[in-house]
C-alpha cells in the first residue's frame, strides 16, 4: 500500500563525478551550480571585472566570457589578475568560438575551464551530391578532430583545469548530421566522440551540455545522453540549458520547463538560464527553478492561497508587505493565507503563518499552533515580533 511506501518527495540526483573548476565543483553531490555570461568585450578589461563581479555578487558562481581573438584570449589573463588584486578569484570559463588551437591554449592558461563545441570542429567540404560517409571518411575526419584537440586536453589536464564539450543543436558538425541527422542522437554522439578523445588521453575533467532551443529537443538529448554514458559507465556532470529561450515571462518559463524537467529526475550538476535581457536576470531566475524544486535554499519560501471569495483581507497586498519585511530571512517558510476554513491545513508545514481569522483580524501561526489573534492593521508587526521572540530574526 502507499502507507507502508512512502513516496519519496526528495528528488535524487543522478550520481557523477567532482569537476573542479577554481574553487568551485561542479558534480560529485555538490549543489547545483549557477552560471551566466557577461556581454562585456573582452578587450574592455575594467568593463568586463565589473560585470563578472556584478553577477559574481548576486550569486553567479562561475561566469562565462567570450574569447573570439587570440587578444582576447591574452586579455583574459589581465582580467583573472584584476579581478584577483581587486576582488577575488572568480572561477572563470571561456568560450571559444573556433576549432584553431591558438586561442584556447593561449585562453586554457587564464581561466579555470575552456568552453569548446565540438559543431565548430568542422574539416569535411560539405557533401555535393548529399551522399552518406563511408565509416572510413568518417574515421578519418574524427583522426582529425583528435589530432587537433589533443594540445588543449593535455595542456587542461596538465593545469587540472576542466573543459565543457558544449554540443548545441543548431550547429552540429556536418558529417554528424548527415550520418544522424538533425536528432538528439546526432547531438549525443557528437559529445561521445569528444569524450572519448578526452579519455584516451587520460582527461576526464569534462562536463557535458547539449542545448537546443526548442525545450522536447533539449529534454531527449539530455535524457539520451545519460542513458548512453550508464550505458558506457561514464559520470559526468550536465550543464543544463535552453539556448535562445528569448525574454520577459515566456523565456522563463521555457528554461524553467527544460531545466526544471530534468532536474526534477535528477538530471543536471549545473545550470544556466539564458535570457535575452541583462545577465543578472538570469541569476534570480536560477536560484528560484532550484529553490522551487528543493535542490537549493537561498530565498524565504512564501506560501500563499490564491485568494477567494472568503479571504478576509487584501492578500496580494498583505503577501508584498510580509515579503518586504522579512524576505532576507534565508531559511525560513512563511505562509499568508485568506481564511482559517483551509488555511492552517494547507501551509505546507510553514514555520509561520499569517491567517485570515474574522473581518478586521488575523491569526499568527507557529507551525500548526495558533499563537495569537491580533488586529489586521498590526499583523504584519506582530509577525515581526513573534520572529523576533524566537529568535530567528536578523536585522536586514
Ligand atoms: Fe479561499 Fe481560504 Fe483557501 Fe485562501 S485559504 S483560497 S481564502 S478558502
Excluded at 260 to 271: P, R, S
Excluded at 275 to 286: F, M, N
Excluded at 331 to 338: S, T
Excluded at 341 to 358: L, T
Aim: aromatic content about 6%; proline content about 5%.
Amino acid at each position: 500500500t502507499l502507507d507502508s511506501h512512502p513516496i519519496e518527495t526528495a528528488i535524487r540526483r543522478r550520481k557523477t563525478r567532482p569537476v573542479k573548476v577554481g574553487n568551485i565543483t561542479i558534480g560529485g553531490g555538490y549543489p547545483v551550480v549557477v552560471q551566466s555570461m557577461i556581454n562585456e568585450d573582452t578587450m574592455d578589461v575594467e568593463g568586463s571585472v565589473a560585470a563578472i563581479r556584478r553577477l559574481h555578487e548576486i550569486g553567479c558562481e562561475i561566469v562565462r566570457v567570450t574569447v573570439p581573438s587570440l587578444s582576447h584570449a591574452k586579455t583574459l589573463g589581465d582580467i583573472k589578475q584584476r579581478l584577483i588584486d581587486t576582488y577575488q578569484d572568480v572561477p572563470l570559463v571561456a568560450d571559444v568560438h573556433h576549432n584553431g588551437m591558438k586561442i584556447a591554449l593561449e585562453v586554457a592558461k587564464h581561466v579555470d575551464k575552456v568552453r569548446i563545441n565540438p559543431g565548430l570542429y568542422v574539416f569535411e567540404k560539405p557533401k555535393a551530391d548529399g551522399g552518406e560517409y563511408t565509416q572510413a571518411e568518417f574515421d578519418q575526419i574524427g583522426d582529425k578532430i583528435r589530432a587537433t584537440l589533443e594540445p588543449l586536453v593535455v595542456s587542461l589536464r596538465e593545469q587540472g583545469k576542466a573543459m565543457r564539450i558544449g554540443v548545441n543543436h543548431g550547429s552540429l558538425a556536418e558529417r554528424m548530421l548527415f550520418t544522424y541527422g538533425d536528432t538528439p542522437e546526432g547531438m549525443v554522439e557528437s559529445a561521445l566522440e569528444f569524450i572519448k578523445i578526452c579519455e584516451s588521453l587520460d582527461f576526464r575533467n569534462i562536463v557535458i551540455s547539449l542545448k537546443a532551443s526548442r525545450v522536447p529537443v533539449m529534454i531527449a538529448a539530455y535524457r539520451l545522453m545519460v542513458r548512453r554514458m550508464d550505458q558506457l559507465g561514464m559520470d559526468y556532470p550536465l550543464h543544463l540549458g535552453v539556448t535562445e529561450a528569448g525574454d520577459g515571462e515566456y523565456g522563463r518559463i521555457k528554461s524553467t520547463a527544460g531545466i526544471g524537467t530534468l532536474l526534477a529526475d535528477g538530471i543536471g550538476d549545473t545550470i544556466r538560464v539564458s535570457l535575452t535581457e541583462a545577465p543578472e536576470k538570469e541569476i534570480p531566475v536560477c536560484y528560484s527553478i532550484l529553490q522551487a524544486l528543493g535542490l537549493r535554499k537561498t530565498m524565504v519560501e512564501y506560501v500563499a492561497c490564491p485568494s477567494c471569495g472568503r479571504t478576509l483581507f487584501n492578500l496580494e497586498e498583505v503577501l508584498h508587505r510580509v515579503r518586504e519585511a522579512t524576505q532576507h530571512l534565508t531559511g525560513l517558510d512563511i505562509a499568508v493565507m485568506g481564511c482559517i476554513v483551509n488555511g492552517p491545513g494547507e501551509m505546507a508545514d510553514a514555520d509561520y503563518g499569517y491567517v485570515g481569522k474574522q473581518p478586521g483580524y488575523i491569526s499568527l501561526y507557529r507551525g500548526r499552533e495558533e499563537i495569537k489573534k491580533v488586529p489586521e492593521s498590526q499583523g504584519v508587526e506582530e509577525l515581526i515580533d513573534l520572529i523576533k521572540a524566537d529568535g530567528r530574526w536578523i536585522d536586514p
